[in-house]
């Protein structure tokens, strides 16, 4: 195996065939992801070559993997293209449009050149056969074979296989050249003529990986795509970073020390992003891209993007533009070390870093990238604002644990609308945005609905732990603000629940009933606090006696604090009113607009999880009294009821949702809306259905007088 650096004339000037297996995939690039950045690319070249010859600018096209063939009767060298094919197609359907073109210009010089690149001399070539140097054993053979010895000018329309990719890749880069070259009359087009040619034979570059017909090409090709290592976005962007600052004639080396500064452990550091981990470098450019254009940018996209955009919407040089990437990363290297500091006082853009790594997201970054863009010098009143409301939308979407797949899109889209707002007006309007938001995939939950879902929450299963603290953390700093105390540490404190998780040997109940209240209260916001250290299981499950006096150890935590000063025994109605009271801090520290309440016009979106007892009654579709008959055959003639709290009474317990009633019957998980009907048969989920077709009904009807 050798390695070779080729130019396309080096490649392909000799007599030889380059064949395309059978095995191999077809034809798929396309515009926008390969053609079209392929011929800007290109185009950027000879424009160099033509404004500034001195630069003498290159482009590298990436890597092939050619197999020889053994030597035998062939007159020609043959080459099978073991990887890289796709890159070879469109380079030879690019040469040959690029030749037809100046054929039909006139220029039969440059366009023999390339023809020679692309086509044998006759007189290699057995008597009927393809002059062609690429061959395609594969589906593609006829389609790449017709457009390739079509005499221009070709009238694609009439190709039989005008619908191939091929044929639409020969046609999208005669379309593009044509327009590029000009009147063949103009001034300029000669030198255009000629540089494109040049260009095309001697400044573009291939590295090929040359293998002989002995060697095991199937090891090779599995080696090179699946065994190594992906070129990360930064990685693109870098190579994009220094040939574009070699081209401009910078000095690359300093750029290199002084300019970029993507090559620390903090920047090479995987971050999980979802299901997926990203270079933190990478994860960056995304987000900075986002800022700087209002646009959902996808992982995948971001090296394309990025390169699209310096090339075509930046307005500056890189040599410009690279100073302003290096301070944006400053600073949001510095963001985030604060915020993974275990103390100190964090500012509000800190602090909104932190608790999107407790999280486990990265929605706002692109936004507080976008607040501190150079030159925007926003007051930092202005900011704050900005994000409190944007971090409340976020929150309370998450503590009704809303799905966040579609706000990606409104911070992009904040963004664009508002680059041009000017500093006074901003905050509102940031606010007015997400306020108008209306629809439950994006919609800004309102404080009444906050209450009603939280007041019975069991917060320490519904969210993940480090969520948790961040909310019991948030409450704390609210507390300690009134009275100009700093911030609590961030040191990943215990959540200690006060009535304990194993609370039946010191916090016993008279009856069956007023046990199930009890555990149904364990675990609720308002049964959790934060302790500077643990306590060991002996006190935390011990009576409340002995509990109150050991959590006055810990009092440095004003919400354990002031559990010190409740008098008497913890029980429900003190966890039920404490539950209240940090419900209303939470919506005090996470605001939202006065008089905003939320409302989403598709209802029905919200679907199964949404409804709950309660919200049957409320819509007279049950009544408390009611009887649930349960319809499994195994368990026929049982029966539940509705009591007053909207709860389900079986056997002497209670239960606020179908399904927990079901479990207790069939010992496993039961999905109760189907297994639970009423006394006329219908099923609890013929009664949901109702409730959310009657809620579709209003907001079409809502819908239809915001219309009028």
Known sequence: METFKRTPLQLFNLPQHFVIPLFQRPYVWKEDLQWEPLWKDIRRVAELRINEPHLNPQHFLGAVV??????GSNRVTTWNVIDGQQRL????????????????AGSDRYASQLESLTHNPVNFIPEGDSRLKVRHLNNDHAAFDEVMSADPP??????????????????????AVTQWLGDPAAEGFAAKAEQLASVLQTDLQLVTIELLSSENSQ?????????????????????????????????????????????????????????????????????????RLGEEISPQSTFTRFKSYVEH???HKMADLLPVLKEQANLYEAWTEAAARPDGNLTSVEMAVYRMQASGIELLKPLLLWLHEPGRDLPQAVIDGIITASESWVVRRQLLRLPGSDLGRIVADLIKTNTQTSTPELADRVVGHLARLNVTSTYWPGDDEIRSTLIAEPAYRRFPRARLRAYLEAIENSFRAETGQPQVERAGFPIEHILPQKWKDHWSVESPEAEQERQERVHRLGNLTLLTKGLNSKVSNGPWASKRKSLMEHNTIKLTGRLLDVDGEWDEARIDERTAMLVDRLLKVWPVPVGHAGRVVDPQTKAQDWVEIKHLLEAGLLSVGDKLIATHRD???????????????????????????GNLLRKRATNGWYFWSVADGRRLRDLRAELLASAESAAEAQLALIDE
Do not use: C
């Open 313 to 315: 919407q930046a307005g």
């Open 89 to 104: 197609t469109t380079l030879q359907a690019l040469m040959d449009a690029t030749s037809a073109v100046l054929t039909q």
């Open 219 to 291: 090891e090779i090709f599995e080696t090179l795509n699946a065994r190594g290592t992906p070129l990360t976005a930064a990685d693109l962007v870098r190579n994009f970073v220094f040939q574009r600052l070699e081209a401009e004639g910078s000095d690359t080396k300093k750029a290199y020390k002084e300019d970029w500064p993507f090559e620390t452990k903090f920047w090479t550091k995987e971050i999980s992003v979802g299901r997926y981990f990203v270079s933190r470098s990478s994860l960056f450019l995304n987000q900075w891209l986002i800022s």
């Open 635 to 661: 368990f026929a003639g049982v029966e539940g009821v509705i009591a007053a709290d909207a709860k389900i009474e079986l056997n002497g317990k209670r239960f606020g949702t179908p399904s927990g009633a």
């Open 154 to 175: 070709i009238d694609y329309a009439s190709l039989k296989h005008s619908d191939s990719q091929i044929a639409k890749a020969h046609r999208y880069f005669t379309t």
């Open 66 to 71: 050619l197999q020889a063939h053994d030597a």
